[in-house]
């Protein structure tokens, strides 16, 4: 994985960062700085973006490619939107991270460093920066909540489905006596 810093022209958006939810959040001067305190990653194929059990404390914006989100090493989910963001719970709990997300395919993702953000804009002296900052995660985690919660609706349909439907009768198993002499 190789990181550059993000170089921008201030009050001006590149083509594909104009439909980033996230970054509509914020004032032109906001959004200056926001960029500033950014860099992008460019991944190859199985790059570690975020470890599982690390602490970090940026938020990431996938700009092209695909990812998978692994716990314990196995496959929960896929970000595969451009613009997606994701990382952003370290802004609200500051834990360790619960998930690793890796590259599925050659990918570029911006990464925002919110604890630069915090050093620039202290909450005591911008809170109208911290509260669009947040108000932009509350926003993305509820958005989040409820596709999980209609996910989560339509597995307990299928699965009440299943309970309720007949079981089929099993195919008859060939007797071992059989299964020799067909090998014979």
């Known amino acids: 994985m190789k990181e550059y810093a993000y170089i921008h022209e201030d009050g001006r958006l590149p083509e594909p960062l104009n439909s980033v939810p996230f970054l509509n959040s914020f004032t032109d001067e906001q959004l200056d700085e926001v960029l500033t305190s950014s860099s992008l990653l460019q991944c190859d194929k199985e790059d570690v973006i975020i470890q599982e059990g ?3 404390s940026r938020i990431y914006i996938l700009l092209s490619g695909e990812l998978e989100v692994r716990v314990s090493g196995k496959k929960v989910a896929a970000i595969t939107r451009v613009g997606e963001v994701f990382g952003e719970l370290a802004l609200v709990n500051q834990d360790r991270r619960a998930a690793s997300v890796i590259a599925s395919s050659r990918a570029l993702c911006l ?20 509260a669009s900052l947040f108000e932009f995660v509350a926003r993305l985690v509820a958005k989040k909540l409820d596709a999980t919660s209609r996910r989560l609706a339509e597995v307990e349909k299928e699965l009440r489905a299943l309970k309720e439907s007949p079981p089929q009768p099993a195919p008859p198993a060939k007797s071992a006596r059989r299964r020799l002499a067909a090998k014979a």
């Open 111 to 130: 990464a925002v460093d919110q604890k630069f953000l915090q050093d620039i804009h202290p909450r005591e002296e911008d809170p109208a920066f911290h």
């Open 54 to 56: 690390s602490i970090d």
